[in-house]
Structure formats: structure tokens, C-alpha cells
């Protein structure tokens, strides 16, 4: 699941936790994705606030979960809670062979703006980082039609 983060998977499920437990992690919130009937989850959506109105999103997705609507769902969620919010700009951070992250920024109208050279020292090497925007004047066009 974590091949496209910016670090290694975890070893243990208690490395996890204190990860996410993290104060430097603060300006972060996490949304569980749970599927209908079911207790545990298959995945989460995060969004981290980076300046006034502008923030970062993130999602991760059981393999077995994947290619269902599940994260679509899910991100759709999480994008309109924070619109209604305030916030002005969505951004995303993906890695340019994450096909199905690019496909489903792409399909929630998430423009791509740039890449950055070298920018993550990861697991599988350094890597470049593309990186997709979403203003919430261009979403509320795409709820409108």
C-alpha cells in the first residue's frame, strides 16, 4: 500500500501509531474509510492545512479496496467538508508512475501544476513529485452542471 509514500512501509503496527500520533503532525486530520457493515477500515483520507485557506490532501487505499469508488468516495467527502470550511485551494502530492492517484485527481477536476525534480528521498529511490491543484470556485462549477 505504501509504495508511492515519501517513507518505507512500517514494520510493525505500533511504528504506525506513533507516526500518526505525531505533534509535528498537528495541522493534520484523518478520516477513516470504512466500508458499509464493516469495522475496520480500508483506508483514510488526510488533509493538512499549509497556510490561510490552502491545504494539502492524502489518501491511502487497501490494495484488495482499490479500482472500487471507494477513495473517490471518500476524497469527494473530504473535499467538500473542507470547501465548506473556507478553504480556497486543494493541493496533492503524488508520484508521476502512481497511475491511480494521478487518474483519480484527474477525475475530480484537480489540475496538474508542476513537477518537482528530485524531491523525495523514498524507499525506491529518489523520485519526482507532481503536484495537483483544486480551487473550490472550480469545484463548485463541476457540482453546478
Known amino acids: 500500500m505504501m509504495r508511492w509514500w515519501s517513507r518505507a512501509p512500517f514494520d510493525h503496527l505500533d511504528d504506525l501509531r506513533t507516526y500518526f500520533a505525531d505533534d509535528d503532525q498537528s495541522n493534520w486530520r484523518?478520516?477513516?474509510i470504512i466500508r458499509t457493515g464493516e469495522e475496520h477500515a480500508i483506508g483514510f483520507v488526510a488533509a493538512?492545512?499549509?497556510?490561510?485557506?490552502?491545504?494539502e490532501i492524502g489518501y491511502l487505499l487497501a490494495q484488495d479496496a482499490q479500482?472500487?469508488?471507494y477513495a473517490r468516495e471518500a476524497v469527494t467527502m473530504v473535499?467538500?467538508?473542507l470547501f465548506a470550511e473556507g478553504q480556497r485551494?486543494?493541493?496533492a502530492d503524488t508520484d508521476p508512475d502512481n497511475q491511480p492517484s494521478i487518474a483519480l485527481l484527474t477525475a475530480?477536476?484537480?489540475?496538474?501544476?508542476?513537477?518537482?525534480?528530485?524531491?523525495?528521498?523514498?524507499h525506491i529511490g529518489i523520485r519526482d513529485s507532481l503536484i495537483f491543484g483544486l480551487l473550490a470556485d472550480e469545484w463548485r462549477a463541476r457540482a453546478s452542471h
Open 30 to 32: 484523518a478520516w477513516a
Open 89 to 91: 485551494r486543494l493541493f
Open 48 to 55: 493538512g492545512q499549509k497556510r490561510e485557506g490552502v491545504s
Open 67 to 69: 479500482g472500487q469508488g
Open 108 to 122: 475530480l477536476g484537480f489540475t496538474l501544476e508542476g513537477r518537482l525534480r528530485a524531491e523525495w528521498q523514498t
Open 79 to 81: 473535499i467538500d467538508q
